[in-house]
């Protein structure tokens, strides 16, 4: 039996049966004498495995869990799984994301956009944003975009690191991977800068082509960039639609770009009755238009919808009328 505590005056000690007072000793060892100390005692349970031990043959039947191990066990596996998700989520968010050259040190930026969000370039910048090959901004110039053009985010935000021989207001730069390709500084704040990028919504754009023979539509939406595609939709003048990505300029000059449509579908087929209920559901669909066709000696389809107002924007617009009223 382990050796017992001895007391201090309050209660007694326990005997050896002859009367004799034993005192407590932690580090007692003396199996002949029955005399094990606790920490003898743990140094041998740490030693154990759970699986090599026998059990009883009361108990046989029984099953025991380790819950020390079990708990680790499940931490271990909660934190692995927990590190592949943001693994995957990081990998699908900067597919196709190259940070260039001349190699930069940055750390994930405190961004809260994520991949396909769009950003207008704030009105009041008095310069064009400068996108660039790299992370860097010591990579190549690709091109500029004036203050009010959007741009659409193709990655994850990374913020720039001090390193030698880099000048510090570079430190803190939140660099913003862009479609279809190339980096722009979004916010520059931490740098003593101005923030380059504020949110948008996505760009809308209106059919302007009005067609000779209009019962066939006015502008067709392809499954692909290809003229070609097959036909997924068709559109009359006055639709609206959502840019989905950037523009691509084709043969002979055409500007197409992938939108999202959405479509009406009427579940009620007799579309002639007067006052009559149609059962209306919509769904989205995503394709490519042209834009313009006059470098080609056709017409332009579209140009650019108003943005629609944010219910929040149209509350505080209405409720100013009125406190100025």
Known sequence: MPAMAGGDGAEPDPDDGNGTSVEFNAAAWSPANREYGLFY????????????????????????????????????????????????????????????????????????GKRSSWW???????????????????????????????VQQAGTARMLRYSAGQFSRQCGCIRLPVKPR????????????PRYLV?????????????PNSSEGDAIVRSDVALDADEVAVLYCGDVVEQAGPSETRGQGLVRMPVTVVIQH?????DDLVGKSMDVSSSKVTGWVTIDASPAGGPVFFKPAPDQESPRRQRRRSETGKSAG
């Open 266 to 270: 009427r579940k009620d087929g007799d």
């Open 182 to 193: 190339g980096w722009v500084t979004a916010d520059a704040t931490r740098a003593g800068g």
């Open 120 to 150: 207008r370039v704030h009105a009041s910048l008095g310069e064009n944003l400068v996108v660039r090959a790299g992370l860097s901004l010591a990579s190549a110039e690709l091109l500029r975009i004036k203050p009010g053009e959007v």
């Open 41 to 112: 005692l743990m140094v041998i349970r740490q030693g154990l495995e759970p699986e090599k031990l026998t059990k009883p043959a009361e108990v046989q039947h029984l099953k025991f869990v380790d819950n020390l191990t079990l708990q680790k066990s499940m931490s271990s596996s909660t934190k692995s799984r927990r590190y592949r998700d943001n693994e995957r989520e990081s990998e699908d968010e900067s597919e196709d994301v190259s940070e260039g050259q001349p190699h930069e040190e940055s750390d994930v930026a405190p961004w809260t």
């Open 199 to 211: 949110s948008a919504n996505a760009p809308r754009w209106r059919v302007v082509y009005s067609s």
